[in-house]
């Protein structure tokens, strides 16, 4: 069994940044998968960004410039950087680890953006 366990979120102003880290348990990190969703109120939830085992990485067009998504394997642990947040960003954002077919989540992470 896989747990994540997400951290970094808080309250901030628009144009600041935020770096989410996102610690799996586990042995089978280094060979995953890892992605960052976000689903704001009433809304479906989406992908954000996602990275390989093999560290390429794809992100929304929403979020293409602004945030980074990284892993560092040693630490089994994913991050996402998040620079010139918006109040669009606002959001709850989960952690993701697919190793096909199994697939974990975090328990979620609150970003808001407002001034």
């Known amino acids: 069994q896989v747990q994540l366990v997400e951290s970094g979120g808080g309250l901030v102003q628009p144009g600041e940044s935020l770096r989410l880290s996102c610690a799996a348990s586990g042995t089978i990190f280094r060979r995953s998968a890892m992605g960052w969703y976000r689903q704001a109120p009433g809304k479906q939830r989406e992908k954000v960004a996602s990275?390989?085992?093999?560290?390429?990485?794809n992100y929304a067009d929403a979020v293409k410039g602004r945030f980074t998504i990284s892993r560092t394997n040693a630490k089994n642990t994913v991050y996402l950087q998040m620079n010139s947040l918006k109040p669009e960003d606002t959001a709850v954002y989960y952690c993701?680890?697919?190793?096909?077919?199994?697939?974990?989540w975090g328990q979620g992470t609150q970003v808001t953006v407002s001034s």
């Open positions: 993701n680890l697919n190793n096909d077919p199994n697939e974990y």
């Open positions: 990275i390989t085992s093999g560290g390429s990485t």
